[in-house]
């Protein structure tokens, strides 16, 4: 029972859903330092 949740887990994981909304994140993530390393400090 639990290999086949731990598989279905992974599946879900898999979604091309989950994989583009995580390139989405690490963008702003990446649009975020770089605003914040060409902004004057104080």
Avoid: F, N, W, Y
Avoid at 18 to 30: F, Q, R, Y
């Amino acid at each position: 029972m639990s290999r086949k949740h731990r598989v279905h887990v992974q599946r879900q994981h898999e979604r091309p859903q989950a994989i583009l909304l995580g390139v989405l994140v690490s963008c702003a993530v990446l649009m975020l330092a770089a605003v914040l390393l060409t902004m004057p400090m104080g």
